[in-house]
């Protein structure tokens, strides 16, 4: 494997179905921004690529599909901007079916964007645990996408949420305990582009969110709890019929109606 450790910018680092390397997965200790890392179709890495100072991926892509090899989810804890251009651009880790534990965080991503979109994929990936954080996420133009983890077992946190262009995607999250959408701009379009079919989420947390709109909330059957401190906005929170009686509405706000 090359040593990666002293690469502070690049432009591409291309790996692509090198089948013949084996070993710890490269460390990227001093990269602040590149445009393209791709390692897709590589077998042999083992353990988890690392990015602790990783800052910016502009027009760029992060590629380890298929790197069966892996077993922990990488984080990006100082991730700022994720943006595209005119063609495919995203992080994708994909098939790599032996990584297990938490889920990925973004504690400091604040931009998804891009002419095409940005994508952030672990979908399938049935061994991470806990739940996905973009606690500082703003603007979507793009799709985040979690469908079919079953072992996520967490709360996702969206804590700053302003626009929706895409969707967010959690179906088939059989296990995932509940969302938060603390002091987010949450209309009807932007609760629609996040996907919550077939989860097991119980709690919703909207506090402190301006809200608009009909929020329909009929395919949570297992809902028991919706927070609703200190959001503003008129609003409808549609809940599945089953849930009537069943649901704590905590500090409902008098502009807010619920129905079944």
Not at 52 to 71: K, Y
């Amino acid at each position: 494997m090359p040593n990666f450790t002293r690469l502070k910018t690049g432009g591409t680092v291309n790996f692509q179905d090198c089948t013949g390397l084996n070993g710890p997965a490269p460390e990227f200790t001093a990269l602040t921004s590149c445009r393209i890392i791709t390692f897709q179709g590589c077998t042999g890495l083992t353990g988890t690529p690392t990015f602790p100072v990783f800052a910016n991926l502009i027009s760029g892509v992060i590629d380890f599909r298929g790197c069966t090899g892996l077993t922990e989810a990488p984080t990006f804890p100082e991730l700022q901007n994720a943006t595209g251009g005119y063609s495919n651009n995203y992080i994708d880790f994909t098939g790599c079916t032996k990584m297990v534990g938490q889920a990925p965080v973004f504690p400091k991503l604040t931009t998804m964007n891009g002419n095409w979109g940005f994508s952030i994929d672990f979908s399938g990936l049935t061994g991470l645990t806990g739940a996905p954080s973009f606690s500082a996420l703003t603007n979507l133009n793009g799709t985040i996408n979690f469908q079919g983890c079953t072992g996520l077992n967490g709360i996702a946190v969206f804590s700053a949420l302003q626009t929706i262009g895409g969707t967010i995607n959690f179906s088939g999250c059989t296990s995932l305990a509940g969302i938060t959408l603390e002091n987010c701009t949450v209309s009807a379009g932007t609760w629609n582009g996040i996907n919550l079919t077939n989860t097991g989420i119980t709690t919703v947390n909207l506090s402190g969110s301006a809200l608009s709109g009909t929020l329909d909330m009929t395919k949570l059957t297992n809902l028991t709890t919706l927070i609703l401190t200190g959001c503003t906005g008129t609003s409808t929170c549609k809940l599945h019929a089953s849930r009537q009686e069943l649901v704590e509405i905590i500090n409902q706000p008098t502009d807010v109606t619920i129905t079944y």
